[in-house]
């Protein structure tokens, strides 16, 4: 049992690593869904812009995560711009799920009846109160599913970024599966430390299932 | 109940030479319709004559082409003063004078009874939360549906849902409201329980523009009936002469039909 004692005296290693691991996911998750909304509010318009966003959200689609971090942290320093781990690596998440969100998000508008709009603009609704109010209420409502699937492959992306350095759950597992060589200990440790997450959210998911169903939409 | 903001002597809704093609197919010719303060109008026309278009086109849910439309003597869809269309913002404050039932209801289907009620009161003109309730909770009241604040439409009927749908247009207090076919989705048994909500209205002295198919209805409620045949107006005419004495050989065939 002696590999466990060392486990529990590297306590603090896997904390801290946990509470970077909850913090780069909530900040990042909570920005690219934002993020994602206003991209498909951009998207509503026919315009040039919302052109050119379509296909940065496909590019963003094609692109392995891990190569797009990469490229902010060690391909950008090339052009003259210097981020700190923490930095490049929100910004990686946040960039490539909002993309992501979007996506999910659009899909779901391009399918939904039209009737909804047409009477809010009829009552008098500007663009962004009917797109805040009507619109994407029911986009949030009718994609929990998808948008839950997102959290966990985001929840699953933040494990990358120890390859950036950033001190995380998983370079933390690493940290101490090097020192004190017990690799599948610590990284057992962490596997259940992923799997309670998931399960949270999950659960969270299944109560905001309700919302929906009270409502009469689809999913229960 | 209605608050008429603009003079009583200016139309509720004024037409001018308004056309409208969709690609190569002209599908309004020169409407011309003014229509009264207080006044209901029914608009008759077999399917494809273009009703809904001309509907559409008042409150500018379709852009007219040609012509001239006028809410409460305001000019809709284009400012007049700058020389330009409308933006987003000036189209959206006319569009809160016209109110709009819809064949098919379109509840918003995430939000309440009673929400649906305050939503635009509330998200377009700013009304205070507390004062938009008070309104909802009247005017559910007044279309039969004092009980059913917290239901959400799905479990509603579709006569219900399309009260909840005039109380909703009702809220903003419109200089006018458009109805497009407001029985057509409905059960027969359904169709006298929101026609005898619209009676009421008319009676109470709200301006309204009806795209029916409900004869009786037009005959006894209208000031005005419409008819228009592939996107012409072809008769025009209070109810007792529309229907004894028709002008014209196609509205008498039609209504040889619908008889
Ligand atoms: N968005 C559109 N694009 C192209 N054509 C359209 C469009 N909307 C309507 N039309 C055409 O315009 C004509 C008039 O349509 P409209 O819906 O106004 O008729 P209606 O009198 O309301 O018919 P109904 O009784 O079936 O509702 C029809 O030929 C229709 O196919
Ligand atoms: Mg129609």
Redesign the pocket.
Known sequence: MTEWSILWDAREIFFNGLIATLGLFSLSIICAFVLGCVLVYQLEDDSVLSKALRLLINLMRTLPFLILAYLLYYGLPQLGLRMSAWTAGLLALIVYHAAYFAEILRGCRLIMPEGYVEAAKAHGFTPLRLYLRIVLPQLVIKTRPLLGNQLIIALKDTAFLTIITLQELTAAANSVQSTYFIPTQAFVVVIVLYWLISICLELALKRAARFGAKRGFDYV | MSEYTSPANVPAVSIKRMSKS??D?E?LRDIDLVVNKGEVVSVL?S????????LRCINWLEEPDRGTIHIAGQRIGINEQAGRKMNNKELATLRAKTGMVFQGFNLWPHLSVIQNVMEAPIYVKGMPKEQARVIAIELLEKVGLADKHDAFPFTLSGGQKQRVAIARALAMSPEVILFD?PTSALDPERVGEVLTVMKNLSKEGYTMIV?THEMEFARAVSDQVVF?EKGLIIEKAPPAKFFSNPETERVRKFLEISA
């Open positions: 969709f690609g197919i599908v026309g399917s494809g004559s273009g009703k809904s278009t001309m076919e795209v228009l």
